[in-house]
């Protein structure tokens, strides 16, 4: 709707590796992750974090892949062809059109946080746009046991980008807003979105600060991750990952309630810490179906290397 | 004797004045800003609507999640015994009632004398209350009320697969981006809360006559798609929203309050 702010909308990004030029060869494998709300695309060139693109998902899986997609290939001349070998994930992972395989979201975010966070990492949080999900992993990225909530908009992105809208705050400012109270209020009483955003009425009306409401809410919605955790068991190191680990208002909330601290957002890897490369927990799915691919390129020897690049 | 009773639920307070036994008059107001306020409006209602003035009303009970906010009620009855008391008046065979209100739905079996035998309730999700038919309306561009029509039009039964409010509308929304029939979409969103409805009867149980009550009860493709979906007949008395207004008002001619 032209002219009304979109409080919900968060910015599209997009990121390149000015190190690495495709054309000199290399594996070149893509890992698209089109989840319900967000769609991410990492390319890897021999492993090696080469470009990424994050777009909102639109009403078809195939279009936001290929949308993704030209987000991070943008001003690289990389087209689809040039790709070895192209791993979907999410919940759209099998309308992605040139993917070679599919692989669940939860094995790729499993390996994706091992390679962002290092090895250390033994339990995931990923809070994504429609789920909330909690992995276990080994020091190699594999999957040990998982629990998942995707039947609830309660602790997913949705739900706050239902209350950006209702409180008329940029999603992305949500969480620092939450945390500037001297203390926190009582969590918001629904776990029903639709009902907390009518409690969340109540409370404005009845004189409660924008940052007090949210500070319940962002209470309440660690409440409800923190229940989900628990009934598997959380051991350190903990991460988080997807597009709520940049809400600190929820991840402090969570790991103040857990009693355990979460790993810090960035780099296990010194070269890309020390570089300054940005670390977006939005990608760890994408990037962990770019490892696969890179993986299943070489298993099944389909690296392209006879293939003409330019 | 003349009693009234208010119901105060989530989005509006109904009242009815009742004189030995029939209903004279009947009002709502949205419980909007204020419960009390609204109270107070769909009293003033009621009584005009009778032709009554206060000072003609005996006793007046309150009942509902707002029965608190009623300052000028004399006792309060608890939702589900009122809306009992009120359906055993005017539908003494009923025995199996289906509730639902905008913020919660509830089904309950009863005897031959309104008493409550067995519940099951939902308060905690929107999927199964009024105000899902509300946002699946507003995703459709189209108003709760109109819904009933669409349904009839219908030519083709689809799933919305998400059980929660927040991510069926999404579903609805792609749904009306693929260019799916509106009336097919509707008979899907009806399908969707009828289902869940569906699972509180059946943990409950039927015996003798269904009976739908409460403000979604009002809307006929509703009641068509539980049928559809418990395969068995669904009565609606007239006015299924006042009932526990009514069945307040009996309580207040009772005289015996119930906390």
């Given at each position: 709707?032209?002219?009304?702010?979109?409080?919900?909308?968060?910015?599209?990004?997009?990121?390149?590796?000015?190190?690495?030029?495709?054309?000199?060869?290399?594996?070149?494998?893509?890992?698209?992750?089109?989840?319900?709300?967000?769609?991410?695309?990492?390319?890897?060139?021999?492993?090696?974090?080469y470009s990424?693109?994050?777009?909102?998902t639109?009403?078809?899986s195939?279009?936001?892949?290929?949308?993704?997609?030209?987000k991070?290939?943008?001003?690289?001349?990389?087209?689809?062809?040039?790709?070895?070998?192209?791993?979907?994930?999410?919940?759209?992972?099998?309308?992605?059109?040139?993917?070679?395989?599919?692989?669940?979201?939860?094995?790729?975010?499993?390996?994706?946080?091992?390679?962002?966070?290092?090895?250390?990492?033994?339990?995931?949080?990923?809070m994504?746009?429609?789920?909330?999900?909690?992995i276990?992993i080994?020091?190699?990225?594999?999957v040990?046991?998982?629990?998942?909530n995707?039947?609830?908009?309660?602790?997913?992105?949705?739900?706050?980008?239902?209350?950006?809208?209702l409180?008329?705050?940029?999603?992305?400012?949500?969480?620092?807003?939450?945390?500037?109270?001297?203390?926190?209020?009582?969590?918001v009483?629904?776990?029903?979105?639709?009902?907390?955003?009518?409690?969340?009425?109540?409370?404005?009306?009845?004189?409660?600060?924008?940052e007090?409401?949210?500070?319940?809410?962002?209470s309440?919605?660690?409440?409800r991750?923190?229940?989900?955790?628990?009934?598997?068991?959380?051991?350190?190191?903990?991460?988080?990952?997807?597009?709520?680990?940049?809400?600190?208002?929820?991840?402090?909330?969570?790991?103040?309630?857990?009693?355990?601290e979460?790993?810090?957002?960035?780099?296990?890897?010194?070269?890309?810490?020390?570089?300054?490369?940005?670390?977006?927990?939005?990608?760890a799915?994408?990037?962990?179906?770019?490892?696969?691919?890179?993986?299943?390129?070489?298993?099944?020897?389909?690296?392209?290397?006879?293939?003409?690049?330019? | 004797?003349?009693?009234?009773?208010?119901?105060?639920?989530?989005?509006n307070?109904?009242?009815?004045?009742?004189?030995d036994g029939e209903?004279?008059?009947?009002?709502?107001?949205?419980?909007?800003?204020?419960?009390?306020?609204?109270?107070?409006?769909?009293?003033?209602?009621?009584?005009?609507?009778?032709?009554?003035?206060?000072?003609?009303?005996?006793?007046?009970?309150?009942?509902?999640?707002?029965k608190?906010?009623?300052?000028?009620?004399?006792?309060?009855?608890?939702?589900?015994?009122?809306?009992?008391?009120?359906?055993?008046?005017?539908?003494?065979?009923?025995?199996?009632?289906?509730?639902l209100?905008?913020?919660?739905?509830?089904?309950?079996?009863?005897?031959?004398?309104g008493?409550?035998?067995?519940?099951?309730?939902?308060?905690?999700c929107?999927?199964?209350?009024?105000v899902?038919?509300?946002?699946?309306?507003?995703?459709?561009?189209?108003?709760?009320?109109?819904?009933?029509?669409?349904?009839?039009?219908?030519?083709k039964?689809?799933?919305?697969?998400?059980?929660?409010a927040?991510?069926?509308?999404?579903?609805?929304v792609?749904?009306?981006?693929?260019?799916?029939?509106?009336?097919?979409?509707?008979?899907?969103?009806?399908?969707?809360?009828?289902?869940?409805?569906?699972?509180?009867?059946?943990?409950v149980?039927?015996?003798?006559q269904?009976?739908?009550?409460?403000?979604?009860?009002?809307?006929?493709?509703?009641?068509?798609?539980?049928?559809?979906e418990l395969?068995?007949?669904?009565?609606?008395?007239?006015?299924p929203?006042?009932i526990?207004?009514?069945?307040?008002?009996?309580?207040?001619?009772?005289?015996?309050?119930?906390?």
């Amino acid at each position: 709707m032209p002219g009304k702010p979109e409080f919900w909308r968060w910015p599209e990004s997009r990121w390149r590796n000015p190190e690495i030029d495709w054309t000199k060869g290399g594996v070149i494998t893509c890992g698209i992750d089109v989840g319900s709300i967000s769609t991410e695309c990492v390319i890897m060139i021999d492993g090696e974090l080469y470009s990424y693109g994050s777009v909102r998902t639109g009403s078809g899986s195939s279009d936001s892949a290929v949308k993704a997609f030209h987000k991070a290939a943008l001003h690289t001349g990389l087209t689809p062809e040039n790709i070895d070998f192209t791993v979907g994930t999410g919940y759209g992972r099998v309308n992605v059109p040139f993917g070679n395989r599919a692989i669940t979201e939860i094995a790729c975010h499993a390996r994706g946080a091992n390679w962002m966070y290092g090895p250390r990492v033994r339990t995931v949080l990923d809070m994504g746009g429609q789920d909330c999900k909690v992995i276990k992993i080994d020091e190699k990225g594999k999957v040990i046991a998982f629990l998942m909530n995707d039947k609830c908009a309660a602790g997913t992105g949705r739900g706050m980008e239902v209350f950006a809208d209702l409180l008329l705050i940029p999603v992305q400012e949500v969480g620092e807003t939450s945390l500037k109270v001297e203390e926190d209020p009582p969590p918001v009483n629904s776990t029903c979105v639709v009902f907390a955003k009518s409690e969340a009425t109540k409370l404005l009306r009845a004189g409660w600060t924008k940052e007090k409401v949210l500070a319940a809410y962002c209470s309440s919605m660690a409440q409800r991750v923190v229940s989900l955790i628990e009934r598997i068991g959380v051991e350190e190191d903990f991460a988080v990952t997807g597009g709520i680990a940049k809400n600190r208002g929820v991840v402090k909330r969570v790991t103040k309630k857990l009693g355990i601290e979460a790993c810090d957002t960035k780099w296990h890897d010194e070269k890309y810490a020390s570089k300054g490369f940005p670390f977006d927990t939005q990608i760890a799915g994408a990037a962990g179906a770019a490892l696969f691919a890179k993986t299943l390129a070489e298993k099944e020897g389909r690296t392209n290397e006879g293939k003409l690049r330019i | 004797m003349i009693t009234a009773g208010v119901d105060s639920g989530a989005q509006n307070v109904r009242v009815v004045i009742m004189k030995d036994g029939e209903v004279i008059g009947r009002a709502l107001a949205p419980a909007g800003l204020s419960a009390r306020v609204a109270a107070e409006e769909a009293y003033r209602g009621a009584l005009s609507a009778a032709g009554l003035t206060r000072k003609d009303v005996r006793k007046i009970f309150a009942t509902g999640s707002g029965k608190r906010d009623c300052e000028f009620a004399d006792g309060e009855i608890a939702g589900l015994q009122a809306c009992a008391k009120g359906i055993n008046f005017v539908m003494p065979d009923a025995r199996t009632v289906v509730d639902l209100g905008a913020e919660a739905g509830s089904v309950f079996r009863i005897n031959g004398s309104g008493g409550v035998i067995d519940l099951a309730v939902n308060e905690k999700c929107a999927a199964g209350a009024g105000v899902f038919l509300e946002a699946m309306a507003r995703a459709l561009e189209t108003e709760v009320e109109k819904m009933a029509g669409l349904y009839d039009r219908s030519k083709k039964r689809i799933t919305i697969y998400a059980h929660c409010a927040v991510f069926a509308e999404s579903e609805v929304v792609s749904l009306v981006h693929a260019k799916t029939p509106k009336p097919d979409i509707v008979r899907g969103v009806l399908s969707a809360i009828a289902l869940r409805t569906a699972s509180l009867v059946k943990r409950v149980g039927t015996e003798g006559q269904v009976a739908a009550i409460g403000g979604v009860a009002l809307n006929k493709g509703f009641v068509k798609a539980l049928e559809e979906e418990l395969g068995m007949r669904v009565t609606v008395p007239e006015g299924p929203d006042y009932i526990g207004a009514i069945g307040a008002a009996l309580a207040a001619a009772d005289g015996k309050a119930e906390v």
